[in-house]
């Protein structure tokens, strides 16, 4: 496993940050919408406009990037009107769509965020920036409702009741950090679905956590 550690706090009492959506869906590369991203919520907003609409009202975030292929989710965001997003073409991945995305990224510090988790809060991304200034990566986690249970052959062998967690986004990075994670993850073919999962099968770096909130799900589309 390669060291692939950064030093150095950023200075300053405001962290400024690039957030990097993913609305591009498991076949992005194939042009296919997101289709939970284009659902209304009951408020009239639609899951990605609800999304995305956190960082376009923070002022940290100096950029968003949002990692698509389809020509209806462009249209979408278009709707902002915010010289803060920039489209990029997603991979036939997730892990490729988060590369492709990274490399637009303009600000030391990412937040990478599911487009279709649309009920962050602005105090868990204060925490999660507050943790940043002195870590390469941090993520939100939610411990589960009931105990967790080791099962082989049908049957219960074992149950854990303390210490797991279950992750969320946004997951926190230093840029270079994970740019650098994913560029190895892609010479090892390895495709993941979670960020920090990714971090931790290709670096050494400890990733911070701030436990999040419940209510951050991803939004599910009814039968």
């Known amino acids: 496993m390669e060291n692939i550690s950064y ?3 950023l200075k300053g009492d405001t962290m400024n940050y690039t957030a990097l959506i993913l609305a ?3 076949k992005a590369g194939e042009g296919l919408s997101y289709k939970k991203a284009l659902v209304e919520l009951t408020s009239g907003e639609r899951v990605l406009d609800k999304s995305v609409s956190i960082f376009l009202e923070d002022d940290r ?6 990692v698509t292929n389809s020509a209806d989710l462009q249209k979408l965001v278009q709707s902002h009107d915010s010289g803060k997003i920039v489209h990029v073409k997603g991979g036939k991945t997730r892990s490729e769509s988060v590369l492709l995305g990274l490399t637009a990224v303009s600000e030391d510090v990412v937040l990478i965020h599911d487009g279709v ?8 991304i204060d925490q999660i920036l507050t943790k940043m200034k002195t870590e390469n990566a941090c993520v939100l986690a939610v411990k589960p409702k009931g105990a967790l249970v080791q099962v082989e052959d049908g049957y219960i062998t074992d149950i854990v009741r303390q210490s797991y967690m279950q992750t969320q986004t946004p997951q926190a990075f230093k840029t270079s950090f994970i740019l650098r994670c994913y560029t190895i993850a892609k010479g090892l073919e390895l495709n993941v679905m979670d960020d920090a999962e990714l ?3 290709v670096s050494d770096t400890k990733i911070a956590v701030v436990e999040g909130d419940i209510r951050n799900v991803r939004y599910m589309l009814k039968d």
């Open 7 to 9: 030093k150095g706090n």
């Open 24 to 26: 591009a869906g498991k």
């Open 61 to 66: 975030c100096q950029q968003i990037v949002i």
């Open 117 to 124: 988790r649309p009920w962050i809060r602005t105090k868990y």
């Open 199 to 201: 971090v931790s099968r």
